[in-house]
């Protein structure tokens, strides 16, 4: 008996677009996010060694010796990163110490290596609820992050290291909304259905969706424009119309790949947009579409080996 591999999603792909009250459009005067956030102190800011990535990576004039520094300062970051260099991922080259390791992978990969393990850090406790588990949504994460990152190599629209970035945080509200918000949170599990969107389905139970929450914590963080614009609109990329478009329409279409085959975020697959306009924005055809489709196992296989919520522990 044959067997029949999965056809790509057709470039008139379909998902569920949001359809969020205007109003909530700006987080900053939604004072029902500014409460929660003042109660998370556990996320008011970033660890120490996460900012002064951020500020090292900000600043013309600091350079790999800076960045050596602030890896040395956190033992669990350093072994991260020393992993991470002598990993198959990025080829032959031997890292034999962590100077060498640091110059390997440069800025923005020790950046995100230090917001993977802390984002990590949230989902060392296995919970669920219903449909919904925080292994899955980790899993989808890490695979966003993956695949946003391959469509960015491929289309040359923005840089690859940023759209890992973005795809990986993309989600960082229904992190939140679980971890300290998490009755509501098990009520809009419950209300949700393969029909309605979850954003829709949130401004109702919530007053405000995940997408929102996620734009006012990365504005917080720091996280930088391209990122917190992809947290934003990655459910609805046509609202998009800043100089950010170009990162929201490849995690968009990360997400898209990975609902598709399975590995979403809350357990159903009911995220939906039109594609069509996203790959060609990027300049991607229907041997793109093809190709991506036909690496993607390998692509999300790679992204678990070398990432979970353990690593770097």
């Known amino acids: 008996m044959s067997t029949r591999t999965a056809d790509p999603p057709p470039v008139d792909a379909r998902l569920h677009q949001p359809s969020v009250d205007p109003r909530l459009r700006q987080p900053s005067v939604n004072p029902l996010i500014q409460r929660l956030f003042a109660t998370i102190t556990e996320v008011s800011s970033l660890p120490t060694v996460a900012l002064r990535i951020i500020e090292v990576a900000d600043d013309p004039c600091t350079d790999a010796t800076d960045l050596l520094e602030v890896v040395e300062s956190d033992v669990a970051l350093a072994a991260r990163v020393m992993r991470t260099a002598n990993s198959s991922y990025f080829g032959s080259h031997e890292a034999v110490d962590l100077q060498r390791a640091v110059t390997l992978l440069g800025f923005q990969e020790v950046r995100n290596l230090a917001f993977s393990a802390h984002v990590a850090g949230l ?125 929201v329409y490849v995690v968009a279409l990360a997400n898209l790949f990975c609902h598709i085959k399975g590995r979403t975020s809350l357990g159903a697959r009911q995220v939906q947009l039109r594609a069509a306009p996203l790959f060609a924005a990027l300049g991607l055809g229907k041997p793109q579409v093809e190709s991506t489709w036909e690496k993607l196992d390998a692509i999300l296989a790679a992204a678990d080996a070398a990432d979970g919520p353990s690593a770097g522990s």
Not at 128 to 143: A, E, F, I, P, T
Not at 156 to 161: I, R
Not at 177 to 197: A, G, M, N, S, W
Request: with cysteine; glycine share 8%; net charge negative.
């Open 123 to 247: 989902f060392r406790e296995s919970s669920g609820y219903k449909s919904y588990h925080r292994h899955d949504l980790w899993n989808h994460l890490v695979g966003v992050g993956a695949v946003a990152r391959h469509i960015a190599r491929m289309s040359e629209a923005v840089a690859p290291q940023e759209a890992y970035l973005a795809g990986l945080l993309h989600d960082l509200g229904l992190i939140l909304l679980d971890q300290y918000l998490h009755k509501p949170f098990c009520r809009v599990i419950d209300t949700l259905t393969e029909e309605t969107p979850v954003c829709e389905v949130e401004a109702e139970v919530l007053g405000f969706d995940h997408t929102v929450f996620g734009q006012f914590v990365g504005q917080k963080w720091r996280l930088g424009d391209p990122v917190t614009a992809a947290l934003r609109y990655h459910h609805a990329p046509g609202d998009c119309d800043g100089p950010h478009r170009e990162m």
